[in-house]
T-cell receptor, first 116, second 114 residues
Framework: AQSVTQPDIHITVSEGASLELRCNYSYGATPYLFWYVQSPGQGLQLLLKYFSGDTLVQGIKGFEAEFKRSQSSFNLRKPSVHWSDAAEYFCAVARGGSSNTGKLIFGQGTTLQVKP | DVKVTQSSRYLVKRTGEKVFLECVQDMDHENMFWYRQDPGLGLRLIYFSYDVKMKEKGDIPEGYSVSREKKERFSLILESASTNQTSMYLC?????????????FGNGTRLTVT
């Protein structure tokens, strides 16, 4: 069965430091992968997505993610974190490799805390 | 700007009550979804609709039903609310069959069943 695992439930980084949030997926074929961010009291917003092609994808707010098939990973990175990045981050995979992107399987989420 | 509106931000209901959660989107999207968000579990799909009057069960449909009489509106119904349905409920919409169409989420309804 398809699944998404985010190994880190909670991460704290200092403002200005680099960030990497881990995501591992389980799917036999090429997956459609996503990262979403949820700020407090808000719905989820799409940060970036990977469908095919270049394995390093750029997103909004200075985020990027790298697809590594050999490691079944899609880790999210940012070179310098801002206090406004404090939020919950979700990795997701499209169910059954479908391009109908609404039927997603989400990971458990990682809460990011940013220290001044 | 794209907008998905959930009618209530917070709801408190009693066990056994029939509960309606309403969601409206203004983007003419075919797909609409109801997800449930719980700490440590992420988001889980309850129901999905790809057209008016069409619906499909997600991963956790037990205890829920849905209604989509108009394209822009998707309702989640708890026939007889129970305490284990206390949760955050998120509605979302997207275009159908378009690989680059992202999910657009509402801000959520936090339901407490006492």
């Amino acid at each position: 069965a398809q699944s998404v695992t985010q190994p880190d439930i909670h991460i704290t980084v200092s403002e200005g430091a680099s960030l990497e949030l881990r995501c591992n997926y389980s799917y036999g074929a090429t997956p459609y992968l996503f990262w979403y961010v949820q700020s407090p009291g808000q719905g989820l917003q799409l940060l970036l997505k990977y469908f095919s092609g270049d394995t390093l994808v750029q997103g909004i707010k200075g985020f990027e993610a790298e697809f590594k098939r050999s490691q079944s990973s899609f880790n999210l990175r940012k070179p310098s974190v801002h206090w406004s990045d404090a939020a919950e981050y979700f990795c997701a995979v499209a169910r059954g490799g479908s391009s109908n992107t609404g039927k997603l399987i989400f990971g458990q989420g990682t809460t990011l805390q940013v220290k001044p | 700007d794209v907008k998905v509106t959930q009618s209530s931000r917070y709801l408190v209901k009693r066990t056994g009550e029939k509960v309606f959660l309403e969601c409206v989107q203004d983007m003419d999207h075919e797909n609409m979804f109801w997800y449930r968000q719980d700490p440590g579990l992420g988001l889980r799909l309850i129901y999905f609709s790809y057209d008016v009057k069409m619906k499909e069960k997600g991963d956790i449909p037990e205890g829920y039903s849905v209604s989509r009489e108009k394209k822009e509106r998707f309702s989640l119904i708890l026939e007889s609310a129970s305490t284990n349905q206390t949760s955050m409920y998120l509605c979302a919409s997207s275009l159908i069959g378009v690989s680059n169409s992202p999910l657009h989420f509402g801000n959520g309804t936090r339901l407490t069943v006492t």
